[in-house]
């Protein structure tokens, strides 16, 4: 956005005035979004680091030493897993549904818009449920889509991704076929408690919007910091943070800003 503001969206402006503007990076508190919503993971990196980490996050690099350490991967693994059978259990409490917590939780949670693409991932359960239905004996890694986020009260189109979501959602989840290898669930209310609850059991978080669109985002880092696998596009901090963890364990795909501005001018 630093590149995108002045020369793209406000160009005209920026010519006028350029000392207007400046870039503020954004982030989140690790207190609230490791401490809080998951001191199970919060414990077992303290006991390897120490408790500075929080106040500190580059510290989380020490736990390069760990990487290939059998008792702190498991250690991971059975927060993760134990953070998956809360949230199912809250799943079933609160939307009276069943879903399978050894499954694989891929989540899309953030604000419905377009640029955000909710409704590339509805086309991605749809593509889904079509393999599974073409070839039913095939081996399927069983996979909860969860996407929730709240629509601006007059954005129509928003709310239409929302009624597709569902509507898919009712198609692939009462399909015998399919049993518990692909469930689709709405995530209704979406808000900070509710996040606090699925993000430290998700394993995908799905970072998926236009390149050069999204300013930062926020849920990218909140998702990274609970240890779920990003799949995104090189857009807003996702840059920053596939250059951080590496750009071999990020799920990177789709065009770059530089394919997409080209395309833009083509029209």
């Not at 002045?6 to 503007?21: R, V, W």
């Not at 239905?133 to 890694?141: A, D, I, L, T, Y």
Request: overall charge neutral.
């Amino acid at each position: 956005h630093p590149s995108v503001v002045p020369h793209y969206i406000f160009k005209d402006f920026y010519d006028l005035e350029p000392a207007k503007f400046q870039n503020k990076t954004n982030g989140i508190t690790p207190r609230r979004w490791l401490l809080l919503c998951n001191p199970g993971l919060a414990d077992v990196i303290a006991e390897r680091i120490g408790e500075d980490y929080l106040k500190d996050l580059s510290q989380l690099k020490k736990l390069l030493d760990y990487v290939d350490n059998e008792a702190f991967i498991r250690d991971v693994a059975k927060i993760k897993q134990e953070n998956k059978l809360k949230f199912a259990a809250y799943l079933e409490k609160h939307y009276q549904v069943q879903i399978n917590p050894d499954s694989m939780f891929d989540v899309q949670v953030k604000r419905i818009h377009e640029y955000k693409r909710q409704l590339l991932n509805c086309l991605h359960i749809i593509t889904l449920y079509n393999r599974i239905r073409m070839e039913p004996n095939k081996s399927f890694v069983p996979r909860t889509v969860m996407i929730g986020g709240k629509a601006a009260p007059g954005y129509h189109m928003a709310k239409m991704i929302i009624k597709l979501i569902t509507s898919v959602g009712e198609v692939v989840n009462n399909d015998p076929i399919v049993g518990d290898r692909l469930k689709v669930i709405y995530l209704e209310n979406y808000k900070v408690s509710l996040a606090e609850a699925v993000i430290p059991a998700s394993d995908l978080s799905q970072q998926i919007s236009t390149a050069g669109t999204e300013a930062s985002g926020t849920g990218n880092m909140k998702f990274m910091l609970n240890g779920a696998l990003t799949i995104g596009t090189m857009d807003g901090a996702n840059v920053e943070m596939a250059e951080e963890a590496g750009e071999e364990n990020f799920f990177i795909f789709g065009m770059r800003v530089e394919d997409v501005e080209a395309m833009d001018k083509k029209g």
